[in-house]
């Protein structure tokens, strides 16, 4: 059974950084894509950075140059690093899986596998 579990969550202020955590279990983790969304109240879910099994990235324009997601398949483990976070990024985060080397991009019809999400609250 898939199961991936957040954590790393938190408030900052705008300018701040926090680093999200997210550990997979129940599949063979290194060859599955993995991903980060979010979703604020009232806003569809938005995938913001993804990583190949082969460590390739893709960012969500809104985050390029400030988030960056990495993996740690001895660990089971993605995270995202996040920097300069402004009020905008409040949000829901959650880990997304994709049973497929591949990406394919940041549609949520791409991922099969959900968390459960990790809150993070950037006030001004």
């Known amino acids: 059974q898939v199961q991936l579990v957040e954590s790393g969550g938190g408030s900052v202020q705008a300018g701040g950084s926090l680093r999200l955590s997210c550990a997979a279990s129940?599949?063979?983790?290194?060859?599955?894509?993995m991903a980060w969304f979010r979703q604020s109240p009232g806003k569809e879910r938005e995938g913001v950075a993804a990583i190949t099994g082969g460590e390739a990235t893709i960012y969500a324009d809104s985050v390029k140059g400030r988030f960056t997601i990495s993996r740690d398949n001895a660990k089971s483990t993605v995270y995202l690093e996040m920097n300069t976070l402004q009020p905008e990024d409040t949000a829901l985060y959650y880990c997304?899986?994709?049973?497929?080397?591949?990406?394919?991009?940041?549609?949520?019809?791409?991922?099969?596998?959900w968390g459960q999400g990790t809150q993070v609250t950037v006030s001004s």
């Open positions: 129940g599949y063979t983790y290194d060859t599955y894509c």
């Open positions: 997304a899986s994709r049973p497929n080397y591949y990406c394919g991009g940041l549609r949520v019809t791409n991922y099969n596998y």
